[in-house]
């Protein structure tokens, strides 16, 4: 039998209190600003609800375990990453704007922040440990393929997705800021097939 006033609860609502509706979202949220700090490796619960300002209850309740929070942190993460990607080439016109398409995915996009190129290293460690997060950096790199075979062949799309990643690792760790030019130039050289 159900309690007396049962009936009266508001939609949405857990044992008589309203629910956050953004609560998930601002979990999910924070454990990528967890990760980008502190690392996979010390990203916790307990981390992620001081972050979110949750209880830490709340970790529980939405997620079942620390796997499951990564998981769609990440995905959040790669699906953000490769929408602006498929913007840009989705944008492009002809073979010159897809080139400086290319060239402002990796100046701009890949480059934008410290925190996203720490976020993608992070996910590409724990992808080469973890089959299961995998998924994740598969659908990532098809989506980013399928965006530059808009403009480029299979085998030129191979080359600059290649080019794209490797610039992104110099630029985790290079100690001097390198020339923006290099990439137009390198960005140039690969496309150049499309000139003849």
Excluded at 94 to 123: K, M
Aim: glycine residues 4%.
């Amino acid at each position: 039998m159900r309690p007396p006033g049962d009936d009266l609860r508001p939609a949405g609502s857990r044992r008589g209190r309203r629910n956050d509706p953004e609560r998930r979202d601002r979990i999910i949220d924070a454990c990528l600003t967890v990760i980008a700090r502190d690392g996979v490796a010390g990203t916790s619960h307990r981390k992620v609800a001081a972050e979110a300002e949750v209880p830490l209850g709340a970790m529980t309740y939405y997620f079942d375990g620390m796997d499951a929070l990564l998981h769609e942190a990440f995905t959040r993460f790669a699906t953000s990453v490769s929408a602006q990607f498929v913007r840009r080439m989705e944008a492009a016109t002809d073979a010159q704007a897809a080139r400086d398409a290319v060239v402002a995915i990796i100046l701009e996009d890949v480059f934008r922040d410290d925190r996203d190129l720490v976020l993608s290293h992070e996910l590409y460690t724990l992808a080469a440990r973890e089959p299961r997060f995998r998924s994740i950096t598969s659908a990532w790199m098809a989506r980013s393929r399928e965006a530059l075979e808009l403009h480029f062949d299979p085998e030129t799309t191979r080359m600059l997705d290649a080019l794209i990643e490797g610039v992104s690792i110099h630029r985790a760790l290079d100690a001097e800021p390198r020339d923006p030019r290099e990439v137009e130039l390198a960005v140039a050289r690969i496309t150049r097939a499309l000139d003849r």
